[in-house]
C-alpha cells in the first residue's frame, strides 16, 4: 500500500500508462500517411475512408472488444495467422491490448492530424523545398512544427482514451493482473465490488496523474510554440 | 540554353519558350496575370503538371514530363508573396537553406548579405513581428545565401521604398554578376529593369511575344512596349568627362557625346542611359547650340502610326544602338521623313539608370 | 393511462431462466406488467441507491441485497430464491470427463476462465473450487477473469481461452449445450452460491413487485429453476 | 420484426439517434466560446483549463457513469438541488443520458474547434471587420466556413463516440426500453444473452446507418468546400 | 481634422500626429519599417492597444484609448498583403463589404468599377486562382464598393504592372473626388505619389517627421526628400498651347511658361509637372535660346550642403512654388550664390504627371 493505494492497482496503473504511451504513439506514426493521404488526396472516394476510419467508435467497446477477441484468438483471422505462423495469436496479451486500443483510437488521431495537413497550404512546403529540403527533412523541419497543435490533439484524445478504455480491454485482456488488468478495469472492479474507497483511490490517483501528464505536455507545447500568425 | 514550357491551369495555358543566357539579368515583363509567377513556378519545378525544358549549370532539371525535385536543384526563389516560415526566427528563417549548403559551395557570404539587406537588428524576430519590406527583405537573403545556380526573384523589392532598393539594386547586380548565374527577374517597375536587366521577355497571355537584348525590346515596333506612353530607348555608353561648371557629364554612346545632369563616375565607367520617345524630336538640321541640346546624328529605321492618334513613332539608329521618337504626323509630312533619312534627334530629357 | 410497469433488475446469469419466468408469468397475470433487465449485481446496487426505477433486484448472492437492505433500501428482508450450481465448460475439447485438477495441465489448456472473484459471485465460487482442488495457485499465470458470467463464456466461446468455470444454467441453455459439453463441479467444493431477492423500498406499496417476489420464490418457478440446472433454498419463507 | 431487427431495437436505434444528434449540437454550441477563449486567451491558466477538458477521458465510463449518477441522481448535488426545486433528478432520464454523453464527449469537440479557431489567423477577421460585419456576423460568414473542417471532426467524434457510448448511459440511464435503453446497450444485452444473432444485426444496422450517415457528412463537406488554400 | 495615435508593439513605438483634410490624398511614406501599416491599422481601429484621437466625416472614431469597433466604421481599407475570403469568389468577396452598406448610402456603383479594375472575367474565380495583381485589384475593389468615408490603402498598386496602374489612377483620382473623401495613401513610388497626393506625410522609426502639401514637403532642405539622389521638385501649372511643330506644349506655372513634350490635353487643363534636381542648373544670365530650354526666373531661398560631397542643393522660388537645384560647390562659388539672389533656373528635364 503506499498513498493507500494496493500494489496490484500500482501495477494496474503503470501498465495502463505504459499500454497508452505505446498505442499512442504508435499510432501518431501509424496515422500520419493516411491523414496525409486523406488531406491530400483528389480522389474522390476518399469520403469512403474518412467515414470508415470513424466506424470503430459507433459500436459499444465491449461488443468491439468482442469482435476483435474472435480476430485475434486463436481461431480468427489474424490469431490463427500467427499460430500457423508458430506464433502466440493476441487475445490475452499485451500486444492484443495495444492493437485493440489502437484500433479504437484510430479516428481520435487520423482527425485532428488530417485537419492540421489540410489547413498547413502548400506554401511552407515549396518554400522549404526551394531550400534545397527533401521530403523527409521537410517534414521534420516544417510539417511538424506548424501541425504541432494537431499531434497535440491527437496524442491528447488518444492517450486519455486509452487510459480510459476497458470495454474492449477487458475484453481481449481477460484481465489479467500485472499482464492485462489495466487500471480502468481495476476501478471498475473495485466500484463491482462496491470498494468505493479503492474506487475512489484509484480513480484520483488516475486523474491526478492524468492532469500532470496533460498540463505538462501543454505547458511544454506552450513553451515552444512560435509566436502568432502573420498579423 | 533555350527554357520551353507548357501548363494548363484552368482556363489559362502557358506556352512558353525562351533563351535563358547563362549569366545576367533576365527581366520578365507583362501585364498582371499573363504567367509571369507561373513560369518561374514551373522553372522552380513546383508544378508538377508542367512539361518542357530547362538546364542549368549543365544538370537536366527538366526535360519532357521528368522533371528534377525541387529540393535538388541549386535554385533560389523570392515568391511574389510572404514565403517565411512563420514558426523560425528570422535568423532560423536564413539559415534554412544556408544549412543545407555543403560550406565549400557557399558562394554567397553570411556577414555582407545580412548587412547590406538591413537585417541586423530583425535576427531575433519572428516573421508576424515584420512589416511588409522587411519580410520581404530576409525572403530575399533566404534565397541568396543558398548560393544558387540560378536565380528566380517574383518582385522581390516590390514593397520597399526607394532608399532600399537603391541599396540592395547595386548588391544584387554585384552578386549576379560574381556568382556569375543567370537572374531571371520579374518586376514591373520599367526602372529596375532598365537598370538591371540585360534581356528582356515579353510575356502575353501565358506566351512569350518577343525576348532579346532591352535595348531591342524596348524600341521593336511590333512590340507594346515602344508604343506605350512612356516608351523609352535604352542607350549604353561611357563618361567621358566631367563639365563641373555646367553640372553636365559627358557620355559617349556610339561616338556620339551626349550631355547628361552631373555624375559622379570617371571616365570610363560604362552607364545606360535612357530616353523617352517623347522627349525626343526629329530635325533636319543640328541644333545651333549643342552645348545644352543634345543633338545626335541618327538614321531613321522605321516609322508607324502610334496609337496616340495624329502620332508617328520612328526608329532611329545611332550606330549599333536605337532610339525612339514621337512625333506628329503633321511634321512627318513637314520634313518629308521616309526610312533611310539621315536626321537630327533633339533629346530634351536623358535619365541615368 | 396503461399500469405502470413493474421493473425487475436480475443478475446477468439468471437471464435464460427469468426469460421463461416472465414469459409464464405474464401470460398467467396479463395485468401484471412486469419488465426484466438484466445486468451485474454490482451496478444494480448502485443504481438502486440512486433512484433506479426498480422495483424487485434478484441478486447473484445475497450479499449486495443484503447491504442495500442495511442501507434502508428495501422494503422487504433479503429473500433467497436459488442456488446456483458452476460448471466446466468448453467448445474445444470434451469437457464432460473433465476435472479440475485436469485444468492445471498447461500442455491442454493455455487458458483458463472464470468469472472475476472478486465481484461476480459465480467467480468466487470457482476460485473455492479451485482451491480446494488444489490447482488454484498453479492455474494463477494462466486465468483470464470476464467481467461477469456471460462475458466469461464468451472468452470460451471464442476460443481465445480453452476452458472455463461456468455458471450450470447457462452451460445448459440449448444452445450452448449445442457447442459443447460440461462437467458440474460438485457442489461440496464450494460454498453454496445462494441467490436472494429484495423488493425495494419504492415497490413498498406495489402490489405486482410483491406477487412477483413471491412468484419467483414458488413452485412453478422452481420447477425452472431446477430445469436450468439451479438448486433451490430449502428453507420456505 | 423489420429487416430482422425487433421492434424494441429499432426504438433503441432512434433513441441513440437522437441522443446523439442532440447531444453533439449542444455541445457543438456550447462549447464555441470555450474552445474561442481557449485558442485566443493570453492567459497562462488556460494550460489548466485545457488539462481539466480532456479529463472525463481518463476514467473508465462505467466509472464515469458511476460518478454522474451519483452527482445526478436524487442524493447528489445536482439531482437533489432539482428534486429540491421541485423538479425531478436526472438519473435514468434521457435529460440525463444528455448530460452524460456531453459531458463524456467533451473532449472531442472543444479540441477540434480550438485547434480550428487557432489556425484561423487574425487577417481573415480584420478584413470582414473593415467591410462592415460586426462579431456575429463575421463568426458566421468568416469563423464558421473557414473553421468547417474542425466543426466537422468535432460532429464526427462526438457524433460517432455518442452511438457507441455504453459505460456511462448505462450507468446514468439503467437500460429502459424507450427512454434510455440506447442501441449500444441494446447490442451488449444481445450479446450478454448470448443472442449474436441479434447482436450481429443490431451491430450491422448500426454501423450502416452511421456509415452512411458520416458519408454524407463528409461528402457534403466536399460539396461545400470552397477551394484550396492559396498557392 | 488633427489624428493623433500611440502604440507599442515590442521594441517599436508608434507616435504619429499630423493633419488630415476632409478630402485629398494624404501620401504616407516613409523608409521599409517606419510605422506606415501600423498607423493605418490605428486609423482603422485594428489595434486594441493604439490610443488616440480621430474624427471622421464629424464622427469620432478614437478618442484617448475609447475606439469605435472597426466594423462601425464608414472605412474601406486595402491592406498591404493579400486579405480576401479564400472561401469565397471574387464575386462574393466584393459583395461582401457592398452587401454590408444600404443601398441609399452606396455612392460608388457595382459596374464602373468592376470594369475600370478589369475584374469580369474574374468574377467566378477563387483567390487561389488568381495571380497576384489580379488578387491586389479585386482587394482594391472590395474596399471602394463600400462606399467609404475614409479610405486607407497600404501599397495598393504595389505588385500591378504600368498599364493596369495607369487605368486605375485616374480612377482612384476621380473617385475620391467625386467621394469628396479623404484617402491616405501608402506608396513607395514616388511616380504614385507625385500624380494623387495632395498632402504627404513622412514619417521615419514611428514619427511625423514633417508633413505638408505635396510641393513643399519635396523641398524642404530640413528634410530627407530633398537630399536624395532622385530629389525632385513639384510645379503646378496649366496647358496653355501646343507646338505641333516642335512636338511640345506649353505649360504656365505661375505666370513663366515651361515648355514639355507634347502634351494630348486642351488648353487650361491643370498639370503637375516634376523637375529633378540634378536637373536644375543656374546662370545669371537667361539663356540665349529659350526656344528649346526651359529658362525661368527665380529667386534664391536657401543654400545648403548636398550629401553628395562637393555639391549644394539651393532652393529656388518661382512664384508661389518652389524648384531644387543641384550644383557642385565650385559653380556656387564663381557665380557667387547667395540667399535672395534672383537668377535663372535652366531645367534640362520636365517629367509630366
Ligand atoms: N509584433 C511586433 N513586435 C515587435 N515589433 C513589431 C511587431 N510588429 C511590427 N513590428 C515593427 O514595427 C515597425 C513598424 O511596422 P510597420 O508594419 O508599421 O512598418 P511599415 O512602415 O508599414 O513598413 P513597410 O513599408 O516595410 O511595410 C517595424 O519596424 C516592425 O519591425
Ligand atoms: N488555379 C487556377 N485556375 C485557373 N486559373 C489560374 C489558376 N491559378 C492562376 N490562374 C491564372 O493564371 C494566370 C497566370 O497567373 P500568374 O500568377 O502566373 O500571373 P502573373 O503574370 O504572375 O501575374 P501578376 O503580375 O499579377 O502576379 C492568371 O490569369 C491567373 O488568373
Ligand atoms: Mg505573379
Ligand atoms: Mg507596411
Redesign the pocket.
Known sequence: MILGIAEADWIALLLTLRLALISTVLLLVLCIPLAWWLAFTPNRGKVLVEALVALPLVLPPTVIGFYLLILLGPRGAVGGALEAAGLNHLAFSFTGLVVGSMVYSLPFVVQPLQNAFQNLGSRPLEAAATLRAGPLDRFVTVVLPLTQRGFLTAFVLSFAHTLGEFGVLLMIGGSIPGQTQVASIAIYNHVEALDYGAAHGLSLVLLVLAFVLLLSVYALNRRFRWV?VA? | MNVIFDLRRGSFALKAEFDLPDRGVTAIFGRSGCGKTSLLRCMAGLEPEASGQLQVAGQAWQRGAWSLPTHERALGYVFQEASLFPHLTVERNLRYGWRRVAPGKRRVEWQPTIELLGLEG?LD?YP?????????RVAVGRALLTSPDLLLMDEPLA???SDSKAEILPYLEKLHRDLAVPLVYVSHSQDEVLRLADQLVLMDDGQVQTQGPVADVLTRLDMPLAHQQGAKALLEGAVVRQDEADHLTEVICDGQSIWVSQLNQPPGTPVRLSVAARDVTISRAPATDSSVLNCLAVQIDALEADPQPGHVLVVLRLGAQVLLSRITERSRRQLALTRGDCVYALVKGVAVH | QAQEVTRVAAAAQLRFVMEDIATQYRARYPGHPIEVQYGSSGRFHAQIINGAPFDVYLSADLDYPAALMEAGFTASEVLPYAIGRIAIWSNTVDARQLTLTDLADDQRFRRVAIANPRHAPYGARAREALISAGVWETLQPRLVTGENISSTLQLVQSGAAEVGIIALALVMTPEIAAQGGHRLIDGDRHLPLEQGLVVTRRAEQNAVAWHFAEYVRGAEAGTLFRAYGYDLPTQSP
Open positions: 502568432g498579423q | 530583425l524576430r508576424a513581428q515584420l512589416s511588409g519590406g522587411q519580410r520581404q514593397s520597399l521604398d
